[in-house]
């Protein structure tokens, strides 16, 4: 109340109870007074005309047609829900993949995997070859073969002074000393004729 | 009177006894029979259902998203439906629950999401509005700035005076009704009502006046 009027909070009041009621208004003042109850009037009018507006630009955003459209796909999403889901293959397969194939080749993938990280790390450890050869030979053999020179692992020494006194043409386009010092290098270099050989 | 009110109850009823019918139908297996029921109770809170949305979410794209899932949800969880409450209530307290869930992912997405120019979204182009029959282009322009500034006012209330005014003021629904649907008190629901109706007026009553003074100003300069 404002001056013996009543003010937007008491109209909000008296509308809310009258929807509430399902009744026209009823206020005391508002019959005793014409002032005031022009003045709910206005308000009441203000109150439908933010009703029909909210109505209307939801009605225009909606149209019949797009309704039409949406019922159509709620019924076809319902639809969908009764059906079991599917499972659809790559095209690339003809036949779909099957559960107990898959497990089996994560086995497979697994395993190799294993043998592999396996095989590196005792790589690591262990020179495979040295095992072999010492397991192949007698100890006797062994010890004779190391004290005899082998002509074809014997290392060819080049003593340092004489390679310094090389000159960059001897090394392009050779000459007699210096082939006779490789010759010894050339021969246990094989070769592939050699291996061609019967 | 308005919305639900002016529905009367010869509709509840026939709510009532076709969703009692979807779900008996349902629970026999029967569901193209279900399905075809069930399109009675579409055709027959569709729009009311896209009025909620849309003022919800102001997006009629995001709208139209949530009364389809919001339908294909009461649809998969009729089961749990008590047919002492009133479908129209159940399906709404779905539907509300939906468009609140997506304000909030919307909220966290536009954290990281630079804004967009504002454009009317779900909103026909100018022309294309103009063009159609009815309300002149003046009207067409006034209509949609009174509409603005009063989305504007809506946006500006705490979400549960909101909410309360929607409910109440534009699909009709009692404060028991109301309150049903959004789990507050029924005298809670009334002052809720009545806060958003006075604030409401202050706001609009205030951006009436700054209009007003602008234009008075842009008088007195020009």
Same mark, same amino acid.
């Given at each position: 109340m404002s001056g013996g009027h009543l003010d937007d909070g008491a109209f909000a009041e008296i509308w809310t109870a009258?929807? *509430?009621?399902?009744?026209?208004?009823?206020?005391?003042?508002?019959? *005793?007074?014409?002032?005031?109850?022009?003045?709910?009037?206005?308000?009441?009018?203000?109150?439908?005309?933010?009703? +029909?507006?909210?109505?209307?630009?939801? +009605?225009?955003?909606?149209?019949?047609?797009?309704?039409?459209?949406?019922?159509?796909?709620?019924?076809?999403?319902?639809?969908?829900? *009764?059906?079991?889901?599917?499972?659809?293959?790559?095209?690339?397969?003809?036949?779909?993949?099957?559960?107990?194939?898959?497990?089996?080749?994560?086995?497979?993938?697994?395993?190799?995997?294993? @043998?592999?990280?396996?095989?590196?790390?005792? @790589?690591?450890?262990? +020179?495979?070859?040295?095992?072999?050869?010492?397991?192949?030979?007698?100890?006797?053999?062994?010890?004779?073969?190391?004290?005899?020179?082998?002509?074809?692992?014997?290392?060819?020494?080049?003593?340092?002074?004489?390679?310094?006194?090389?000159?960059? *043409?001897?090394?392009?386009? @050779?000459?007699?000393?210096? @082939?006779?010092?490789?010759?010894?290098?050339?021969?246990?270099?094989?070769?592939?004729?050699? +291996?061609?050989?019967? | 009177m308005t919305g639900a009110q002016a529905a009367g109850l010869p509709t509840r009823e026939a709510d009532s006894a076709a969703a009692s019918a979807v779900k008996a139908l349902q629970a026999e297996g029967r569901h193209a029979e279900a399905r075809e029921r069930y399109t009675e109770l579409v055709t027959r809170h569709q729009r009311r259902a896209a009025r909620i949305a849309f003022h919800y979410l102001r997006d009629s794209a995001e709208a139209d998203e949530a009364v389809q899932d919001a339908l294909v949800k009461a649809y998969s969880h009729l089961s749990s439906f008590r047919e002492e409450l009133p479908f129209e209530i159940w399906f709404t307290r779905i539907l509300i629950n939906g468009c609140l869930d997506r304000i909030k992912a919307r909220k966290r997405r536009e954290r990281w999401l630079v804004p967009m120019p504002e454009s009317p979204s779900g909103q026909r182009d100018f022309a294309e509005r103009i063009a159609g029959p009815g309300l002149s282009p003046e009207d067409h322009v006034l209509g949609r700035e009174r509409r603005q500034k009063l989305a504007a006012a809506l946006a500006r209330l705490p979400e549960r005076q909101r909410s309360v005014f929607m409910l109440s003021h534009y699909q009709g629904c009692t404060s028991r009704e109301v309150s049903v649907v959004t789990g507050l008190n029924e005298s809670t629901v009334r002052v809720h009502l009545f806060r958003a109706i006075r604030r409401l007026r202050t706001l609009l009553a205030d951006d009436a006046s700054g209009v007003d003074a602008g234009r008075m100003k842009r008088r007195v300069n020009s």
């Amino acid at each position: 109340m404002s001056g013996g009027h009543l003010d937007d909070g008491a109209f909000a009041e008296i509308w809310t109870a009258a929807i *509430e009621s399902r009744q026209a208004a009823a206020h005391p003042h508002l019959a *005793e007074c014409p002032q005031c109850r022009s003045r709910y009037a206005a308000f009441v009018g203000w109150l439908d005309r933010i009703h +029909d507006d909210a109505r209307d630009e939801a +009605d225009e955003a909606f149209p019949p047609e797009r309704l039409a459209a949406q019922q159509a796909l709620v019924l076809r999403r319902l639809e969908a829900l *009764e059906r079991p889901a599917r499972v659809i293959a790559f095209p690339k397969f003809s036949r779909p993949a099957t559960s107990t194939q898959g497990h089996a080749q994560r086995w497979v993938a697994g395993a190799a995997a294993a @043998g592999l990280v396996i095989g590196l790390a005792a @790589g690591q450890f262990v +020179d495979i070859r040295d095992a072999f050869a010492a397991r192949r030979r007698p100890p006797s053999q062994t010890a004779v073969q190391t004290a005899r020179v082998n002509p074809v692992t014997a290392p060819v020494v080049v003593s340092p002074a004489d390679t310094s006194t090389v000159s960059d *043409e001897q090394i392009f386009f @050779g000459d007699a000393v210096q @082939g006779v010092r490789l010759s010894s290098l050339d021969d246990i270099t094989p070769r592939a004729r050699d +291996d061609e050989r019967p | 009177m308005t919305g639900a009110q002016a529905a009367g109850l010869p509709t509840r009823e026939a709510d009532s006894a076709a969703a009692s019918a979807v779900k008996a139908l349902q629970a026999e297996g029967r569901h193209a029979e279900a399905r075809e029921r069930y399109t009675e109770l579409v055709t027959r809170h569709q729009r009311r259902a896209a009025r909620i949305a849309f003022h919800y979410l102001r997006d009629s794209a995001e709208a139209d998203e949530a009364v389809q899932d919001a339908l294909v949800k009461a649809y998969s969880h009729l089961s749990s439906f008590r047919e002492e409450l009133p479908f129209e209530i159940w399906f709404t307290r779905i539907l509300i629950n939906g468009c609140l869930d997506r304000i909030k992912a919307r909220k966290r997405r536009e954290r990281w999401l630079v804004p967009m120019p504002e454009s009317p979204s779900g909103q026909r182009d100018f022309a294309e509005r103009i063009a159609g029959p009815g309300l002149s282009p003046e009207d067409h322009v006034l209509g949609r700035e009174r509409r603005q500034k009063l989305a504007a006012a809506l946006a500006r209330l705490p979400e549960r005076q909101r909410s309360v005014f929607m409910l109440s003021h534009y699909q009709g629904c009692t404060s028991r009704e109301v309150s049903v649907v959004t789990g507050l008190n029924e005298s809670t629901v009334r002052v809720h009502l009545f806060r958003a109706i006075r604030r409401l007026r202050t706001l609009l009553a205030d951006d009436a006046s700054g209009v007003d003074a602008g234009r008075m100003k842009r008088r007195v300069n020009s």
